[in-house]
């Protein structure tokens, strides 16, 4: 019996490591090397299955040459890693933002929308959650910069030379403005969603970030997750959302308020066709 609870734990422990250095590699050029690597092994035990010895030969070989070219070609993200561990990211439960903190942040950010909101001008916000976004945060403009209503709404003021792109922002920081996204193309989406909320919708089909969009058009609020949309959130919803993406819990009393709050925040379907006026 000790062995077999022996055995779960030791099992536990390393799918957790490994769980947690996959998310550390995610959204760098290290995810495709690790993708490489997995197809050479599979084509390695295909090859040594079937008898191959010239074919296995050789991916033996390229397979022990790669053990020595990670450590240099990637050694950035290697260090960033352990950075990372080294700051105490590496942990099994995440820590909870106080709630007095988080309504600092959520204050920032919810007047800047209701700014830009109210004067119509264009925004896209990218919050990053479990999945790292460094591939898009890497090539655009990094600020690491505290996160402020009036450098939220200088960025996407129509004159600065950021405004055009997104930002990308975590629970501390912004980390980067001016970042491009990638665009989703799936056939349900209406014709008539402009570049931001296409950019919005691709983004959040291949992480799990939150984005939030400003429309220039029409001045509303939008919001992508996990490649749906809901168009024109209140500033109820979004002070919800903004809070429980920065502390992770919220106050709830009685029942009937429990089930609105349900209501507010599983909201998000599938996008259906506008019949008209482009939203950009």
Known sequence: MLSNF???IDIAIVSFLIYRI?????????VQLVKGVFILIIISLAANFLQMRLLTWFLNNSLWA???????VFQ????KMLEELGRGQFYLLKRQMSEDEAEIRV?????????????KIGALLVFQQDVALGEYSDTAIHLHSNITQELLISIFWKDNPLHDGAIILNRR?????GCYLPLADAPE????????????????????????IVSEERGDISLAKRGHLQKDISDEQVRKLLMLYFSGIQRVKGWAKF???????????KTKSESGGLVK
């Open 173 to 177: 920081e912004i980390i980067a403005g």
């Open 189 to 212: 989406i209406s014709r008539w969603y402009g570049t931001r909320h296409r950019a919005a919708l691709g983004i959040s089909e291949v992480s799990d970030a939150m984005v939030m």
């Open 107 to 119: 204050n920032q950010i919810a007047g800047a929308l209701s700014y830009l909101k109210a004067h």
């Open 6 to 8: 022996r055995n779960v």
């Open 22 to 30: 996959l998310v550390l590699l995610t959204g760098t050029r290290a």
């Open 76 to 79: 950035p993200e290697l260090r």
């Open 66 to 72: 790669l053990g020595f070219a990670i450590p240099i």
């Open 259 to 269: 089930l609105k709050i349900l209501q507010d925040l599983f909201w998000v379907t």
